[in-house]
């Protein structure tokens, strides 16, 4: 943190998005005793067979999946993700992106890997928004992995229905066909990791890749910060 930035910090305190306890000049969204509280899935270590990956058997050719943690409603931890998706604090996507860069980096999840696609939101969304929070993710994972961020691959189209309260058939017919590719040139012949912020039944993650699938030598993988358990 430099000079300015130390300033800024002392007029107006940054905080943990967890806790709320002031952050030291080192931390970066989440105090030291939230990181470490952190549920961790460990799925990185087991990513073609965890339950995450489980989801998308005989449904899509994804090699890998991994989430960074457990997430569950209304828990402490649940609150960092909706402050990063309702609450203005694109920053918070990154830091978190860069976390899970930098933990999954150590099981050699992104060997392989050629770009990353998040998954993009509808223009009606992106408008009242301001950002795409699963390419903030995308964004701090580029910071420490050096891969580049692709995100005018594809379009979402409007939902018909929130996800929230839907079952998993329920979900996958709700996204089916919402996303349409676009533009393939820097998906040609590469091995793509879909960043996204949650999954819960596997059928956004699902929908992205069976509009991308058929790409010429393509191949496919999926990444996100938090896994809901059922």
């Known amino acids: 943190m430099n000079w300015w930035s130390r300033i800024l910090d002392f007029i107006s305190p940054r905080l943990c998005v967890v806790c709320e306890r002031r952050l030291a000049p080192s931390e970066r969204s ?3 005793v939230c990181l470490l509280q952190l549920p961790r899935t460990c799925y990185q270590f087991s990513p073609n067979d965890n339950p995450m990956a489980q989801l998308f058997w005989h449904l899509a050719p994804i090699e890998r999946a991994a989430a960074l943690i457990y997430y569950e409603p209304h828990s402490e931890m649940a609150q960092m993700v909706y402050d990063l998706k309702y609450h203005d604090h694109p920053d918070i996507g990154e830091d978190l992106g860069r976390l899970m860069a930098n933990e999954m980096m150590v099981a050699g999840f992104f060997e392989g890997i050629d ?3 998040p998954v993009p939101l509808s223009r009606k969304r992106l408008r009242q928004r301001g950002y795409n929070q699963s390419e903030q993710l995308a964004r701090g994972i580029s910071d420490i992995t050096q891969l580049p961020v692709v995100s005018n691959a594809l379009l979402r189209k409007h939902f018909k229905q929130s996800q929230t309260r839907l079952t998993r058939h329920e979900r996958q017919e709700n ?3 919402m996303f349409e590719l676009r533009d393939d040139t820097d998906l040609r012949g590469k091995h793509v990791l879909l960043v996204d912020d949650i999954c819960t039944t596997g059928a956004t ?4 890749a069976n509009a991308i699938k058929n790409i010429s030598g393509i191949r496919l993988s999926a990444i996100t910060l938090g896994f809901a358990k059922k």
Request: proline share 0%; aromatic share 0%.
């Open 175 to 177: 996204v089916a066909d």
């Open 205 to 208: 993650l699902l929908a992205c």
């Open 115 to 117: 770009v990353l696609l």
């Open 30 to 32: 989440l105090c030291t």
